[in-house]
């Protein structure tokens, strides 16, 4: 049995997610992390693409684990007439639907908006794309590199006299995500509280990107700077870098004001550089930031990362070890929250990944259970969502339906 009644904030609110990959469903995610029931459609025999993505154990996607971790899932194929007449039946009893399609291909499916809305006009749609629903790109395809590129991330990352680079981790995905997830609940508590009526919401992956660099854009307009690489050295605070220990680990030095700086020399022993005029004041640091480099780089450098930490959190000091996921898994204050959390897994028992972010005192969410396998709640879903029998879903499975 579906349990529409979930822990968290977001109690009672259904969630019907029919997006792939990473954006779309981790809104989708977040959304059940805090209590709302979210039920995933995948195209029946295909499944979502994430679910080949490594890395793999014992075959097994464990990326796809986190990803769509606390939903029901379903298979349903939205491009054959039986399988939009069930999603518009499921659709009337539903607050939130999350699609990232390209724009245009659920009109093609008789799923264009108003439909959505003679079905249920209480509806929020939540539609992720590369480059928003409108506009010359509209269709083009994309992926977080395609994103962070034309959003203006990648340009400012890297050494200055590089190629521009790319984070690690496609960012550009999670970071639409959590515009699509803080939308689809303003959306509902307009709904609510204001209007009553439904929502089409627009989530340009591309411009949710150039969102988050703030200054960027107002740099330019005002200044006509366009603003360039620096590598690990920080253009507005110093010394702000990255430092190799004794250990050949690293540190991330950071601190604008006075007193930080003041208790950032301490730490190195070098109380009296606030007194020189050259690192008296930020902009001043800032202008002398390759010989601040020197100095805290040369100590930095004769001492282990325990030692460093140790020395700069006994000054009060802002300076933080670079943690592989092992160190972080070991971390003290990351155990002593619960960071890191234990979540049931059907394949493995049970699974270590994040924990929620953020936390709520009264209304806290929880993570119901690891991403399960394709269809693994047909049966609940049809049953009790529009009270399909089990003859009626054999039949369907057979036509490629469900």
Request: cysteine-free; charged content about 25%; proline content about 5%.
């Amino acid at each position: 049995m579906l349990n529409k009644s979930g822990q968290g904030p977001l109690s009672g609110i259904r969630v019907l997610d029919i997006s792939t990959v990473i954006a779309g469903p981790m809104a989708a995610t977040l959304m059940a992390d805090f209590g709302a029931e979210v039920i995933k459609f995948e195209l029946p025999g295909i499944g979502d693409g994430l679910r080949g993505f490594p890395p793999l154990k014992d075959d097994k996607p464990l990326w796809w684990k986190v990803t769509n971790r606390g939903k029901y899932f379903a298979t349903l194929d939205l491009r054959k007439p039986e399988g939009r007449d069930i999603f518009l039946r499921m659709v009337a009893d539903a607050d939130v639907v999350v699609e990232n399609f390209r724009p245009g291909t659920l009109d093609r499916w008789g799923l264009d908006i108003e439909t959505l809305w003679a079905a249920n006009p209480n509806l929020v749609v939540l539609r992720v794309s590369g480059f928003g629903q409108d506009g010359p790109y509209a269709k083009l395809p994309g992926f977080a590199r395609i994103f962070e590129a034309m959003g203006g991330l990648t340009h400012i990352t890297g050494d200055e006299d590089r190629p521009p680079m790319h984070t690690g981790y496609p960012l550009g995905d999670p970071i639409g995500g959590l515009f699509g997830a803080f939308a689809a609940v303003a959306a509902l508590l307009n709904r609510d509280r204001n209007n009553g009526k439904g929502e089409e919401i627009d989530v340009s992956l591309t411009e949710a990107t150039f969102r988050i660099l703030e200054f960027l854009a107002i740099e330019y307009d005002q200044l006509g700077q366009v603003h360039q690489r620096s590598g690990n050295r920080n253009q507005y605070s110093a010394p702000a870098s990255v430092y190799m220990t004794s250990d050949k680990r690293y540190v991330s030095l950071s601190g604008s004001t006075n007193r930080i700086f003041q208790n950032n020399a301490t730490a190195i022993g070098r109380p009296e550089l606030i007194e020189e005029e050259r690192f008296a004041t930020n902009p001043a640091r800032v202008r002398n930031s390759a010989e601040l480099d020197r100095i805290f780089g040369g100590w930095i450098g004769a001492h282990t990362q325990d030692e460093v930490v140790e020395a700069f959190r006994n000054a009060s000091g802002t300076i933080a070890p670079i943690y592989s996921i092992d160190q972080m898994f070991h971390d003290p204050h990351f155990i002593a929250r619960d960071a890191i959390t234990e979540i049931a897994d059907d394949d493995f028992g049970t699974v270590r990944m994040q924990n929620l972010v953020p936390r709520f005192r009264n209304s806290p969410g929880e993570i119901r259970w690891a991403a399960k396998a394709m269809g693994a709640h047909n049966d609940a879903v049809y049953g009790d969502l529009i009270g399909l029998d089990e003859d009626s879903l054999i039949d369907l499975k057979k036509k490629g339906v469900v």
